[in-house]
């Protein structure tokens, strides 16, 4: 269905999310040209996906971050981002995701056709296709721009065992990149403050760092989490409150960029709270730890990847610091607000 | 994860959606006991499961509904019978949900235990577990009190072909019920009509309905589709328009309730253009037209079955209606804003 063009300056109305012509023109108009997908283009009730026999992980996210664009990324790249990079936690390969607008009336077609055209493209490089999708408008005031929702579904390879509930004794924790470029990304966008060089945010899918580590390590890997909301510090005592073990990080191993510290300390973040967007942990066994790192690097476009820590028997998971003092101090769950509309 | 029991009053507060501990508690004291779903108590990023070799079908929407109760539902209701509904409308047997919600801060515990008690109940009645979400809270002003975004699996069933562009010359068009329950209960409590006797939403889960009809007549159902947003009138132009037929409808035989009725002309609607959310039409070999109608009857619960209309070759797609004096008038795609936040 072929819709009637539109400039950057219209702007969305109720109508278009009624149902009736205008909502055809919109999607027929915006929506399919920004996504290569012909099981879209059929504008069923529900798309029909093919999947061989076996395991399928499925996830979903609400992404309501604000401002809508910030540097290294929008909306659109982390909504994608976000989800697939969940399917991939569960050792999948993505296959297809759902995509799900609320737009408020008055938001303007060009940033809607500049967040389209982001999601196509990190959908086109995360390997995952738009299949479905829905749009509602809400009246002014109903909700704050728009949010978006994408579900994912992906294919679980073969004789892949992960879950945050399989951390072992003996494994390794690994991160695969520098922790907290999103959160600062966000906050300092949304607090004006004038940095030399804005510190890009990290997210984006993580397809092709992910697949290639588990076809060479396979079983060896037992736990992947991407540490999103609450940091490093949530993910890492979720891990551990699941399995019901000690996770003990060298708090220098930990890598910070210089510019994520600065502004950490200006604005009074602790980076371990911080969210990332792009960045996984690997709980692997202690013996594969140096290939893994190694294999991170070079194959996985991951230079900065680092053995952060160790797992530990222990009665209740929690997550403890070794700090460069020597000491050790337990690093709790984040408590509080922390960073609201990051995601 | 059990969390501290909170009391109907309290509010939801930013710290809810942080990914912290307050978070944890909401997720271990509310959600968790809802849903009867081992898959969700794990708290993984994705959710695993398990299909055979096959069809899947796969569909989202989000739920902005005001109000959020109303007679005969409510948005919980909504957001599992919605989605459950379209995966059922490509003749799939529904598998799985995922549930996000975008809420306001300072929204009550209560309303959102009515809420998510309803989501239990109605994933039970339609046979589709809950196994994946995700939860944002907003400031105030933010969001207009809650959002609901479900997708669904569903594997459909062997032998069928169903999707909207197979409408065909001869094919009987029937309707599981009478139209327009959905939209006049929302308006009516949202303009506070007083009736004596409330009008009932008819949102509901049609697992119970399609699936034995599936069984039974098979190949011989082409199109299925749910008359929601843009209601009877843009559901058959869709569909018409995809097949590149007529859909030549007989005014009279279309099942409007009394009670119905009487709301729409108090309110100026036309019952054509309302949405229904537990109401299907199916497209069938004209031949098999009246069994399946006798069929739906008795065995599917749809007491209200009728054959309402014919398809006829055309060349370019279009709704015709039949009316009782027996001239034809073309039933164009609603234009408008006709009914905002009705799903």
Known sequence: MDGRPQTD??????AHGSGGALMHELIG???????????????DDAAEIVVASGRLAFSTDTFVVKPFFFPGGDIGSLAVSGTVNDVLMKGARPLCLSLAFVIEEGFTVGDLRRILKSIGETAKAAGAAIVT?????????????????????????????????????GDAVIVSGDIGRHGIAVMAERNGLA????????????????????ERF??????????????LAAT????????RVSVVLEEEAVPVARDV???????GFDPFHLPCEGRFLVFVDGDSAEDTVAFLKESCGCPDAAVIGTVERA????????????????????VGELLPRIC
């Not at 108009?29 to 504008?43: C, Q, T, Y």
């Not at 940095?195 to 588990?214: G, I, Y």
């Not at 396979?218 to 940091?231: F, I, N, S």
């Not at 610091?321 to 050790?328: E, I, P, S, W």
Request: charged share 20%.
């Open 9 to 14: 300056s219209e702007r969305i109305t109720l």
């Open 29 to 43: 108009g915006e929506f399919l040209k920004h996504f290569d997908s012909p099981e879209l283009a059929l504008l």
């Open 133 to 169: 999708g829905d749009t509602k408008v809400v009246g002014a005031g109903e909700i704050d721009g728009l949010s978006v929702n994408t579900a994912g579904i992906g294919v679980i390879l073969p004789d892949i065992r992960i879950g945050g509930a399989n951390a072992r004794h």
């Open 195 to 214: 940095l030399k060089e804005p510190v890009l945010s990290d997210a984006a899918p993580l397809t092709n760092a992910v697949l290639p580590l588990l």
């Open 218 to 231: 396979g079983p060896a890997v037992h736990v992947l989490r991407d540490p999103t909301r609450g940091g």
């Open 236 to 243: 890492l005592n979720e891990i551990a409150l699941s399995s």
């Open 261 to 267: 510290g600065a502004v950490c300390e200006i604005l």
């Open 315 to 334: 009665k209740s998971g929690e997550v403890l610091l070794t700090t460069v003092a020597g000491g050790r101090r337990i690093l709790d769950m984040p």
